[in-house]
């Protein structure tokens, strides 16, 4: 027989960026099942149904935040493709988008939308079969740019805000996150019990807030 | 710090009996056991496949096999024909199915559609139905003999695209701490790995090795101390040169050397460093004739003899590979390890579409791969055979250099006499800065062929 070890309580060890730096970032299992809760929400809210299909593009650091919307999309009965958020990995993206039907891209980002361009790709094309594109920094801005109708995404230092409509603002879920500003600089803190808590973490990102949602600066990503 | 230490210091005595296995039946189960384990699955899965998987029925037909022909295991190592990705691509594009007829369960029932590497040419479709648990029990027994324990902290930096692999440590009690595959993150890692003193760390890459010497020469990191809580390092894909290797050894390494085993499953070494293991209960493996052209002609080769690695998996329901020819030149032997376990273990050589044969001599890149480490400008080991086809006239390398050498043409001279000296071979030498070299790959390797 082989051994049953109870998984330990700490999920796993990773990180957030604040601006060029990085914080390191403790999980508990208990907070990832939750933020798992969430995320199954919001992605049912802005369109995902059971028997969709998404595909992933994310860094193995992002997982803290990348995990949760992971499983949100398996709680909502749909299925998922895995690709590296790196200019290197966009063919894969690429073979994915153009051999398979996805209802939603899923955290595309400037070096996604970097090495498709190097390879070539038309995101017009790549993506016009995608009802929903979730993209986060510059990347929104290019797609937009490319006749899209991309869904902003924010990693919102340990947060993770989504627009709950193309065009509109990222949000965060009022029952995990509550938001304020620092000099022009949106803070975050938790509201639930976390392994780590975060009081006022700073997050790099220039803008104001209105309740849960980030009104970016002007030229802000 | 001291308790951390000492989870290395696992005395092989204390190891050898039952706390060795994570699960003892069947790691050491006997050869008889698995003969009979890969009889039933063998005979199970033929009609299973015929039935669901329009690529099997297609593709057996049209070499005169049907399932009822296939009674016992001597029947299918005479009769079932090989396949391999080309077929898989031929199928997909002639049929327009992106599974290329592989699927066996309807595709409503996947929980992922993830994909191979595609470092060799165009990605293929790796479609899964995650079970509990996950690919966690067959990699929970590697890991486990290579020392980690519940409570541990297991280093990762890996890629995406095979899915959640970076949550198997909790199979083992143990906590991953989450890193890209990437240079980029050495400085944190490093910094990381001093603050919670993992046990193991998965997967070690030759550009990474080349960026921790330069993150050595560069900063005042004491890399012996990084790496003083392992007990394991698990090292994939490329063949370890010998400057890697010496300053591995210097930093205290405990190295291990990983590869994937025909697309089947993954092979690892043990603690006894004496070949990989694969596991028998997930893959039922054959070692063939490399020229084999059909079962017709497919001699085993002798136990301990090099071969090329046929796979068939015997857990998967829903996209079973079957008679794969891997393309990978392994030694091959089922006699029982001295770790205890009984399964089959392999020796990589490279890839059989990798080598080429010059004025009738096989060269491989691992045969290469000393005599360019061997000079200082091209120490880091970075080069691709140019490959025109398998028959060549002439060797020719591109091989990478660091810094800027003042004579190019001599150091290409110097090159091709080392070698010439080890491989018995004069290559003609076309010289490329390391970091061109470097982008044509992912972070973890560079291909080691090129055509052109
Ligand atoms: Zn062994």
Known sequence: MARTIAPPELWGVGQFRVGAGSVTWELSQAEIMRDAQSATGVLSAIGLAPGGRVLVTSLLSEAPHVWPLTLGVLMNGAQLSSADATPFDAYRTAMFLRTLRYDMALGVSDAVVDGLEQMGVDLATAFADVAVIVARGVAYDRLESAGLRPTRMLLLGPATAIARAPGGPAEVDPELWALDTVDGQVVVTSLTERRQAFARQPTGVAGTVDGSRVILARGSS | ?452
Not at chain 2, 163 to 181: K, Q, R, S, T
């Open chain 2, 1 to 452: 710090m001291s308790d951390q230490n000492s989870a290395r210091e696992i005395s092989r005595e204390s190891d050898l009996g039952d706390d060795r296995f994570f699960d003892p039946d069947i790691e050491t189960a006997s050869r008889s056991a698995l003969a009979a384990l890969h009889e039933e699955k063998l005979l199970e899965l033929v009609p299973y496949a015929y039935e669901r998987s329009p690529f099997y029925r297609k593709h057996w037909s049209e070499a005169g096999v049907h399932p009822r022909d296939i009674l016992t295991v001597d029947d299918f190592r005479e009769r079932i024909p090989f396949m391999d990705k080309d077929a898989i691509r031929a199928f997909r594009d002639a049929h327009g199915d992106p599974y290329g007829g592989l699927l066996c369960i309807p595709e409503s029932e996947l929980t992922a559609i993830n994909s191979t590497s595609g470092t060799t040419g165009d990605p293929t479709l790796v479609p899964e139905r995650w079970a509990a648990g996950g690919s966690g029990p067959a990699l929970a027994r590697d890991f486990w003999e290579l020392g980690v324990r519940p409570g541990d902290h297991v280093a990762i930096p890996m890629f995406t695209f095979r899915g959640p692999i970076y949550n198997f440590p909790h199979v083992l009690g143990a906590v991953p701490l989450i890193f890209d595959h990437s240079p980029a993150e050495l400085p944190r890692i490093c910094e990381l790995v001093r603050r919670y003193r993992p046990t193991s760390w998965y997967t070690m890459s030759g550009p990474f090795l080349l960026a921790l010497a330069e993150l050595e020469q560069s900063t005042d990191v004491d890399l012996r101390d990084v790496f003083s809580s392992f007990s394991s390092i698990v090292f994939a894909g490329e063949p370890l040169g010998v400057r890697a290797k010496a300053n591995a050894e210097r930093w205290g390494m405990p190295l291990f050397h990983h590869s994937a085993a025909g697309d089947v499953g993954a092979a690892f070494e043990c603690r006894e460093h004496d070949g990989l293991h694969v596991w028998e209960d997930v893959g039922f493996y054959e070692c063939i004739e490399p020229d084999a052209t059909g079962p017709g002609d497919a001699t085993p080769v002798a136990d301990g003899a090099v071969g090329e690695l046929v796979a068939t998996s015997l857990g998967s329901d829903v996209f079973p590979l079957i008679r794969y020819r891997s393309d990978d030149l392994d030694r091959f032997t089922r006699q029982r390890c001295a770790c205890g376990r009984t399964h089959a273990r392999l020796w990589t050589l490279g890839r059989k579409g990798d080598e080429v044969i010059v004025d009738g001599r096989s060269v491989l890149p691992v045969d290469v791969w000393g005599a360019v480490e061997a000079l200082d400008e091209t120490a880091a080991g970075l080069f691709q055979i140019i490959r025109t086809q398998r028959q060549v006239d002439v060797l020719r390398l591109r091989v990478g250099y660091a810094g800027a050498p003042s004579d190019l043409g001599a150091l290409a001279g110097l090159i091709a006499d080392s070698v010439e000296a080890g491989v018995g071979v004069r290559p003609q030498v076309e010289l490329v800065a390391n970091a061109e070299l470097l982008k044509l790959g992912p972070p973890h390797k560079i291909p080691r062929v090129a055509k052109r």
